[in-house]
């Protein structure tokens, strides 16, 4: 069966800070992949999503970026947080129609 | 910007009444799905319902889709305590497969 990944589960950061979280999959192939951003209480933003190995598709401009150095491993990055990129960070994985959601990573910049 | 909207944003009911949240869009969809969330946590897939469907059952939930109003709605019938969760519809747009865009989330609070 298929299972996701993502850590850390908590991170407390401070702005200006880099940051780095990781999320795989096990369990199946080429998977599309992606990154969400969720406020409190609020939906989930799309920001980043995979097709394949180093195919990256960018929603919305900031100071995040994210890669796909292996087919199963998706990476979130910041040179620099900014107060406003605290939130709760989901990953995600599709399989045709249905995407299946990580633990998800809470980052809190101070 | 947020493909979907649901209302209401917050529903309290007792345990046994049946839960009703909609969600509107705005664009041409393949399908639609509604996911629950419980507090801090992923999201978990609940129903999915295609372009040219009206309605689904999948144990005690029913999702209807209306097409030309560009809206859906999730009923959870007799609820319980265990339904407590915020609930998110998701639409895949026609023009983009690949995504899947999220409404606001209608959060679903079952007193015992």
């Known amino acids: 069966s298929q299972t996701i990944h993502q850590w850390p589960a908590t991170l407390v950061q401070p702005v200006g800070s880099p940051l780095s979280l990781e999320c795989t999959v096990e369990?199946?192939?080429?998977?599309?992949l992606y990154w969400y951003r969720q406020a409190a209480g609020r939906g989930l933003q799309l920001l980043f999503y995979?097709?394949?190995?180093?195919?990256i598709s960018s929603e919305v401009p900031q100071n995040l970026s994210a890669s796909r150095p292996q087919d199963r491993q998706f990476i979130l990055s910041s040179k620099k947080l900014l107060l406003s990129d605290s939130g709760f960070y989901l990953c995600?994985?599709?399989?045709?129609?249905?995407?299946?959601f990580g633990p998800g990573t809470r980052l809190l910049v101070l | 910007s947020q493909q979907g909207e649901e209302d209401p944003q917050a529903l309290s009911i007792q345990e046994g009444e049946n839960a009703t949240m909609n969600c509107s869009y705005k664009?041409?969809?393949?399908?639609l799905q509604w996911y629950r969330q419980n507090s801090g946590r992923g999201l978990v897939h609940l129903i999915l319902?295609?372009?040219?469907?009206r309605e689904k059952h999948s144990g005690r939930l029913r999702v209807t889709l209306d097409t030309s109003k560009k809206s859906s709605s999730l009923l959870i019938t007799a609820s319980r305590a265990a339904d407590t969760a915020s609930y998110f519809c998701?639409?895949?747009?026609?023009?983009?497969?690949?995504?899947?865009?999220f409404g606001s989330g209608t959060r679903l609070l079952v007193r015992p």
């Open positions: 995600a994985w599709g399989s045709e129609e249905t995407q299946y």
């Open positions: 369990g199946t192939s080429n998977p599309n």
């Open positions: 995979s097709v394949g190995i180093g195919q």
């Open positions: 664009t041409s969809i393949n399908n």
């Open positions: 319902i295609r372009s040219n469907e």
């Open positions: 998701a639409t895949v747009p026609q023009e983009d497969s690949y995504k899947l865009i």
